[in-house]
T-cell receptor, first 112, second 117 residues
Framework: ELKVEQNPLFLSMQEGKNYTIYCNYS?????LYWYRQDPGKSLESLFV?????AVKQEGRLMASLDTKARLSTLHITAAVHDLSATYFC????????????FGTGTRLKVLA | DTGVSQNPRHKITKRGQNVTFRCDPI?????LYWYRQTLGQGPEFLTY????????KSRLLSDRFSAERPKGSFSTLEIQRTEQGDSAMYLC???????????????FGQGTRLTVV
C-alpha cells in the first residue's frame, strides 16, 4: 500500500527561524506536489516538482525532490507569521493522473 | 472562469437523510476528482471522472455514495442515509489531461463541509 509520510506533524517556530519539513513516499514516482491549507479552507498549490533533482522557490519557501531517495523537502527561510498553515505533500499514482495520495500534513505555527 | 466551484459550502443534515453536493470544474477540464477530508487528516481520494466516464472508485466509497457527471461538465456527489462518520469536508478538483494539452496539477474547489447531527 502506498504511504506518504510527513514529519514533523506539528511544528511551532519563532519568526525569523529556518526549518525543513520532510515528505517520504513508499513507491517510485518522478513527481510530487506541495499544497498549503489554511483552517477551514481548501488547498492552495505551492509547488509542482516533476523530475528528480527539481528545486523550486517562491518567497520564503523552497521545495526539492529526490526521487531515488523517495524524499521531498519543503524548506522555510526566515519564517513569518503569515506562513502559519498546514502543509501537505502528495504524489499521484499513476503519475500524471492527478489522483493524489496525500501525506499526513504538517501543521506549522509561526510565533511572533 | 473563476476556478472550481462547489455548492453548497456548508451543509448540516440529520442522520439518515440524503445529501447531494455539486461541483462545477474549470471550463474545458476533462477530469474531475472527489476527495474527502476529515478533521486533522489529509484529503483521501474517492473517485474521478474523465468526461462523463467514472474511471475509478476508492474502497472508501461505500454503496451509500454515488457520483455522477452526466454531461461531462458538472458533477454531483450524493450520500444516502448519512451517518455521523460522513461528517467531513468534501473537495472537488479538476484538470485537463488530453494529448498535448495537459495541466501539471489538479485545481481544487473551496469544498463542501458536511456536518451530520
Amino acid at each position: 500500500e502506498l504511504k506518504v509520510e510527513q514529519n514533523p506533524l506539528f511544528l511551532s517556530m519563532q519568526e525569523g527561524k529556518n526549518y525543513t519539513i520532510y515528505c517520504n513516499y513508499s513507491t517510485t514516482s518522478d513527481r510530487l506536489y506541495w499544497y498549503r491549507q489554511d483552517p477551514g479552507k481548501s488547498l492552495e498549490s505551492l509547488f509542482v516538482l516533476l523530475s528528480n533533482g527539481a528545486v523550486k522557490q517562491e518567497g520564503r519557501l523552497m521545495a526539492s525532490l529526490d526521487t531515488k531517495a523517495r524524499l521531498s523537502t519543503l524548506h522555510i527561510t526566515a519564517a513569518v507569521h503569515d506562513l502559519s498553515a498546514t502543509y501537505f505533500c502528495a504524489v499521484d499514482i499513476p503519475p500524471g493522473t492527478y489522483k493524489y495520495i496525500f501525506g499526513t500534513g504538517t501543521r506549522l505555527k509561526v510565533l511572533a | 472562469d473563476t476556478g472550481v466551484s462547489q455548492n453548497p459550502r456548508h451543509k448540516i443534515t440529520k442522520r439518515g437523510q440524503n445529501v447531494t453536493f455539486r461541483c462545477d470544474p474549470i471550463s474545458e477540464h476533462n477530469r474531475l476528482y472527489w476527495y474527502r477530508q476529515t478533521l486533522g487528516q489529509g484529503p483521501e481520494f474517492l473517485t474521478y471522472f474523465q468526461n462523463e466516464a467514472q474511471l475509478e472508485k476508492s474502497r472508501l466509497l461505500s454503496d451509500r455514495f454515488s457520483a455522477e457527471r452526466p454531461k461531462g461538465s458538472f458533477s454531483t456527489l450524493e450520500i444516502q442515509r448519512t451517518e455521523q462518520g460522513d461528517s467531513a469536508m468534501y473537495l472537488c478538483a479538476s484538470s485537463l489531461v488530453s494529448g498535448d494539452k495537459k495541466n501539471t496539477e489538479a485545481f481544487f474547489g473551496q469544498g463542501t463541509r458536511l456536518t451530520v447531527v
